[in-house]
Nanobody, 115 residues
Framework: QVQLAESGGGSVQAGGSLRLACAAS????????MAWYRQAPGKQLELVAA???????NYADSVQGRFTISRDNAKNTVYLQMNSLKPEDTAVYSC?????????WGQGTQVTVSS
């Protein structure tokens, strides 16, 4: 089992920055990929960024060049640095961890970008 706890959401004006954090606990050694998803009202769930245990990253086209996913192994934490935020980035952002059997989810954190 893996438990995830997100933090760092909030409200910001367009052009601003936020950093989300996802602290993992439990069977951390089993995790192969950690990722951030988001869901805006009335829209489908969208993969924002992913980071494998080998260090490979993947980003949605809509955030490429603006968002960066990274990790601090000592703190068992994955971060999503979000720069140049746009109103269309407004959504609930959720952290996930995959151990090749299950996908674990955090509780989600709201990000609101005003124009």
């Amino acid at each position: 089992q893996v438990q995830l706890a997100e933090s760092g959401g909030g409200s910001v004006q367009a052009g601003g920055s936020l950093r989300l954090a996802c602290a993992a606990s439990g069977n951390i050694a089993s995790i192969r990929t950690m990722a951030w998803y988001r869901q805006a009202p009335g829209k489908q769930l969208e993969l924002v960024a992913a980071l494998t245990s080998g260090g490979s990253t993947n980003y949605a086209d809509s955030v490429q060049g603006r968002f960066t996913i990274s990790r601090d192994n000592a703190k068992n934490t994955v971060y999503l640095q979000m720069n140049s935020l746009k109103p269309e980035d407004t959504a609930v952002y959720s952290c996930t961890a995959n151990d090749l059997r299950l996908n674990y989810w955090g509780q989600g954190t709201q990000v609101t970008v005003s124009s």
